[in-house]
């Protein structure tokens, strides 16, 4: 059974950092492209960044370009999205996904499936 489950939000004031987690089990993810995706309420699901199968391609939306890092742990199975100089606007739930590709930067809920149950990150002071 494919599974993704989050991990790693909370509560931090803007400025701060935090590292989400996106573990992964019953598939590999050397097969797997992941993609980050949050949803604030009162609005959709948006793309936030995307790591190849491969692991060799990485991309991210504009508005988190330069403070938000995707990377992953093949030995721990694990996708992490590093989250820096974070901002009020960066308040959502946070999902990971999978699917064969990146297509179009992994903007497009969409193309992605096995959604993960989310985890929560709220920037305030």
């Known amino acids: 059974q494919l599974q993704l489950v989050e991990s790693g939000g909370g509560l931090v004031q803007p400025g701060g950092s935090l590292r989400l987690s996106c573990a992964a089990s019953g598939f590999t993810l050397d097969y797997t492209a992941i993609g980050w995706f949050r949803q604030a309420p009162g609005k959709e699901r948006e793309g936030v960044s995307c790591i190849s199968k491969t692991g060799g391609s990485t991309s991210y939306a504009d508005s988190v370009k330069g403070r938000f890092t995707i990377s992953r742990d093949l030995a721990k199975n694990t996708v992490y999205l590093q989250m820096n100089s974070l901002k009020p606007e960066d308040t959502a739930v946070y999902y990971c996904?999978?699917?064969?590709?990146?297509?179009?930067?992994?903007?497009?809920?969409?193309?992605?499936?096995?959604w993960g149950p989310g985890t929560q990150v709220t920037v305030s002071s």
């Open positions: 996904a999978g699917s064969h590709a990146c297509t179009s930067g992994g903007r497009n809920p969409l193309d992605f499936g096995s």
